[in-house]
């Protein structure tokens, strides 16, 4: 075959691109609050808990529109599903960014939730629909998308937030207003029928053990995930500030932006290696007890900012490699449809996630600022020992392998943070 016949990662037509610019976007929004909680508890007179629950009203929606985004998108379709989800992302990130009060911001990132779990739940499947030159290469991109939007959101973040806090919000809405239009003019309707998804198939596929073990640790470690995510922005600014640097939210955007590109090296490059050659329960149980390390000494340290900044970076790594192989242990343990086990599972470890941000500013009131750590580090123990006296649930199923979107398109749902 010649060099202008082989299948490459550039050569897709204008709707992939299209997609996955909207991906890139959509999964920017996840950590593009992060740098500018301060500045939104400090302007609009809230408590550093009202300002986290910003994470907790996206990730809870998201985590109950998971549990049915694959019944919706296999009645509506893939580009009429995608476009709701990009319509709801813009019309609620510019609604929280004219928002006066913290409560309204919150009200509307629940709506910015909803949107992007339709958007995500579905976006693989319509990239792989439009590639050309072999899906895999369509895959790659919309991975490279995933990665590059994790790493890029909370710099992004930073850098509109150091102008205004409301910056990001329309940033994100700006954005999102052009992948629709895009997609909406590029992406062709849908013209084979999709497989139709039962309204109750997320709860259900709870009765597997394997996959209800699974979904248990991941709900605790998202806990310990969040906090260091959601909380640290508070402790990094007050240490530097008590250090007499100025910190603000390009600053913070620039830290986050260091622990994203961990976290999507470590979720592309390094998880791979590691499960291939030590095993995914081995792997699982050496990343929880070195998360929980790095939680615990952001927990002695919690008044240096160097500290903080630092394992905040180098946790992204652990975590990148956890997300990624949690997610494979979920795929492999369970006979059930791989979008539907990964949905499921997505959906039990958000409410960690949502419970985090929602109590760690109150604990922090309770007990110290370095308390939410030990908590965490509280929770990881569970999730460990979860996984080690319900390990006997977790078997490989001999099942066929899915095609590579299909197996892709469940990673990805379950590599959400």
């Given at each position: ?49 009202e ?67 339709l ?22 991109l ?40 895009a997609?909406?003019v ?43 995510l ?7 600014a ?33 998880a ?65 449809p ?57 078997t ?9 979107e ?12």
């Amino acid at each position: 075959m010649s060099d202008e016949q082989k299948p490459s990662i550039l050569r897709q037509p204008p709707a992939v691109w299209a997609i996955a610019f909207a991906c890139m976007v959509s999964f920017m929004g996840i950590g593009l609050v992060d740098p500018i909680l301060p500045a939104i508890s400090a302007e609009l007179d809230a408590t550093p808990t009202e300002a986290m629950l910003l994470f907790t009203s996206y990730l809870l929606i998201t985590a109950i529109a998971m549990f049915f985004a694959g019944f919706i998108s296999s009645r509506l379709g893939v580009k009429r599903t995608l476009l709701i989800g990009l319509v709801l992302i813009v019309v609620f990130a510019a609604l929280a960014g004219l928002s006066g009060s913290v409560g309204q911001i919150i009200g509307f990132r629940a709506g910015w939730g909803l949107g992007n779990a339709l958007f995500i739940s579905t976006a693989l499947a319509a990239i792989v629909g439009a590639a050309s030159g072999g899906s895999r290469q369509a895959v790659v991109l919309y991975e490279a998308a995933l990665g590059l939007g994790m790493a890029v959101g909370p710099l992004v973040g930073g850098l509109l937030g150091s102008i205004s806090w409301r910056g990001p919000f329309f940033g994100t809405a700006t954005l999102m207003a052009i992948a629709f239009i895009a997609i909406m003019v590029m992406l062709r309707a849908d013209t084979e029928p999709r497989e139709r998804i039962s309204f109750t198939a997320g709860f259900v596929a709870l009765r597997n053990p394997a996959l209800r073990t699974l979904a248990i640790t991941a709900l605790f470690y998202n806990y310990s995930f969040f906090t260091l995510l959601a909380y640290s922005p508070f402790p990094i600014a007050a240490a530097a500030d008590a250090a007499g640097f100025e910190f603000g939210a390009q600053e913070l955007g620039f830290v986050f932006f260091g622990w994203g590109v961990a976290l999507a090296i470590a979720s592309v490059l390094v998880a791979p290696v590691l499960t291939r050659r030590f095993g995914l329960r081995p792997v699982l149980f050496a990343m929880f007890g070195l998360l929980a390390a790095a939680l615990a000494v952001m927990a002695l340290f919690a008044t240096s900012a160097v500290v903080l900044i630092t394992v905040v970076i180098v946790a992204g790594l652990f975590l990148g490699v956890l997300n990624t192989a949690l997610t494979e242990t979920v795929m492999e343990a369970t006979d059930l449809p791989r979008s539907v086990a990964s949905s499921t599972y997505s959906g039990v470890r958000f409410l960690g996630g949502a419970v985090a941000p929602a109590v760690a500013g109150g604990i922090a009131v309770a007990f110290g600022v370095g308390a939410p750590y030990w908590f965490a580090v509280g929770s990881l123990v569970v999730a460990i020992v979860v996984l080690a006296v319900a390990g006997h649930r977790i078997t490989r199923h001999a099942i066929p392998h899915e095609s590579a979107e299909e197996e892709a398109e469940a990673i990805t749902v379950g590599d959400q943070v």
